[in-house]
């Protein structure tokens, strides 16, 4: 569930789908993140939050690599 990006919290579905059950690394981190913010509709003046989101998502589930 990712917070502070959306009106309420959004839960990153597709990327849950995609890497369930499987093992986790570098490249899975990183096509996760970008399904993650695949459905993003921003704002007017929020779409340069959506690579930081990306980011935040992908180095994270790398760290759990």
Same mark, same amino acid.
């Given at each position: %569930?990712?917070?502070?990006? *959306?009106?309420?919290?959004?839960?990153a579905?597709? @990327?849950?789908?995609?890497?369930?059950?499987?093992?986790? &690394?570098?490249?899975? @981190?990183?096509?996760? @993140?970008?399904? *993650? %913010?695949?459905? @993003? &509709?921003p704002?007017?003046h929020?779409?340069a939050?959506?690579?930081?989101?990306?980011?935040?998502?992908?180095?994270?589930?790398?760290?759990? *690599?």
């Open positions: %569930v990712l917070s502070g990006v *959306a009106s309420i919290p959004w839960r579905e597709a @990327a849950e789908k995609l890497i369930l059950g499987k093992r986790l &690394d570098a490249a899975l @981190a990183a096509k996760a @993140a970008a399904a *993650a %913010v695949e459905q @993003a &509709d704002l007017e929020n779409a939050k959506l690579p930081l989101v990306y980011g935040v998502i992908e180095q994270s589930l790398t760290s759990f *690599a």
